[in-house]
């Protein structure tokens, strides 16, 4: 069974950074591909980036050049690094793992992770 925590989470001004965490714990997390997706409040969850066990890694458009995303394997540890964020980047932040056979596997679709964490509140005030 895998876990995942988050943190990292909080309230922040519109234009500030915050960076989210994600330790995983069970299996090795090398062979894992993470992503993070999320949920503001009624709406749809949705997919916000994703990275394999390589490195490989993609984010969705609306956060392309203000979020990165990365990974520590050593540490078991995915990041979610947030920079000039915005009022409707307000939601609940979940990260999601699957394990992957294929080092540059990572999908944006939230069907294909087998496991959750409880999520994090993250809140852009203006």
């Known amino acids: 069974q895998v876990q995942l925590v988050e943190s990292g989470g909080g309230l922040v001004q519109a234009g500030g950074s915050l960076r989210l965490s994600c330790v995983a714990s069970g299996r090795t997390f090398g062979s894992y591909a993470m992503a993070w997706f999320r949920q503001a409040p009624g709406k749809e969850r949705e997919f916000v980036a994703a990275i394999s066990w390589s490195g490989t890694n993609h984010c969705e458009d609306s956060v392309q050049g203000r979020f990165t995303i990365s990974r520590n394997n050593a540490k078991n540890t995915v990041y979610l690094q947030m920079n000039s964020l915005k009022l409707e980047d307000t939601a609940v932040y979940y990260c999601?793992?699957?394990?992957?056979?294929?080092?540059?596997?990572?999908?944006?679709?939230?069907?294909?992770?087998?496991?959750w964490g409880q999520g994090t509140q993250v809140t852009v005030s203006s």
């Open positions: 999601a793992a699957t394990v992957s056979g294929a080092i540059s596997y990572y999908s944006d679709r939230d069907v294909e992770y087998d496991y």
